[in-house]
């Protein structure tokens, strides 16, 4: 998900439990809740830095336990150093162990939440580079943003009503809204997670070209919760198909579009043994390569069918690989693909 629903989300769960957190718990919730996303600053390093690093450093549950520990010491510090400062104050001083389990808490929603998306996060870096993902929200959710966007300004609005008529009620402010905004969020995932396993259901029952579904995989839209996009890796393409789960809607494998593989080959066999390959596969969802001779060299192309060939987002990425006629790596790279025809 983006920084900014992680933003909105830590200050829903604040909204929502006001009434049990401790000093600073808003403040505790709304940093571990968004501090995830600065290994965000690998992109600055470019393509193949961003893959190694971006949802892994500090998403994995060693860096999220660092990151939790740093949080919770640099808070109970400030506290506590404001409370020297403060003698005369009466509010209860921040223990650490408070600190600890806010910090954890605003941690786990974020790495939670980065799991529902189709790219999904490297629990177990660096001892191991595997992407777990649960393929139930785009990155850029409307309706979890809608949600989240509502349960926050509405009770502003009945406070500035409120105010007009002279009515003024106690309680903490927008707790209730919050609780139910995010239960309304939880029964919308619980749908979306209900809708993508229909999806794979759907895609497996069917062949492809005479072939059957090896593999598949189903990728949400970001703007109806009905449209997804599949995708099937038979022996020899993969197949993308855009898919209607409303009500009524059929399901017709022949509008499957095919991305045929390349045949298996010296060059390709050498092209997909170099690192950058191998990093990438262990990345891509749904790989296709690409193999084009040119004169005496050859250009391999590595591509995520996971992604729309329209999606310009930092994480959709290709590696390109040049060899010579003794196929011999002359040059291998990372891109990001909305500058790889560049």
Wanted: charged share 20%.
């Amino acid at each position: 998900m983006e920084t900014l629903t992680h933003a909105l989300l830590s200050l829903m769960l604040a909204r929502a439990s006001q009434k049990h957190l401790p000093r600073y718990g808003a403040a505790m919730l709304l940093v571990s809740g968004v501090a995830a996303d600065l290994d965000y600053a690998s992109y600055l390093g470019g393509p193949q830095s961003f893959l190694r690093f971006h949802r892994s450093l500090l998403h994995s549950f060693l860096g999220s336990a660092l990151l939790i520990g740093a949080l919770a010491c640099a808070f109970w510090a400030a506290a506590h150093q404001h409370s020297a400062r403060n003698t005369d104050s009466q509010q209860v001083p921040l223990r650490f162990a408070a600190a600890l389990a806010v910090c954890t808490f605003g941690a786990a929603t974020h790495v939670l939440f980065d799991l529902c998306s189709g790219i999904g996060v490297q629990l177990l870096w660096p001892f191991r580079q595997k992407w777990t993902a649960w393929d139930v929200l785009t990155n850029r959710d409307p309706w979890v943003l809608i949600l989240l966007v509502l349960g926050l300004l509405l009770p502003e609005v009945f406070r500035l009503v409120s105010e007009e008529i002279g009515e003024r009620k106690k309680g903490p402010r927008g707790h209730r809204a919050a609780v139910i905004s995010l239960l309304l969020l939880l029964i919308y995932l619980g749908a979306r997670a209900g809708l993508h396993s229909r999806a794979i259901d759907q895609l497996n029952a069917r062949e492809y070209n005479g072939q059957p579904a090896l593999t598949s995989g189903a990728f949400p839209s970001s703007l109806s919760p009905f449209a997804w996009r599949g995708l099937v890796s038979t022996d020899n393409a993969i197949d993308t198909i855009e898919m209607s789960l409303a009500p009524g809607a059929g399901f017709d494998p022949e509008s499957a579009v095919p991305h045929y593989k390349p045949e298996d080959s010296p060059a390709l066999d050498a092209a997909q043994n170099t690192p950058a390959a191998k990093l990438f596969l262990r990345y891509a969802r749904f790989p296709l390569a690409t193999l084009e001779r040119e004169d005496d060299s050859f250009q391999f192309t590595l591509r995520d069918l996971r992604f729309a060939s329209n999606d310009n987002s930092s994480d959709n990425i290709v590696v390109r690989v040049n060899l010579n006629s003794n196929l011999q790596v002359t040059r291998q790279e990372f891109r990001f693909a909305n500058s790889a025809d560049r």
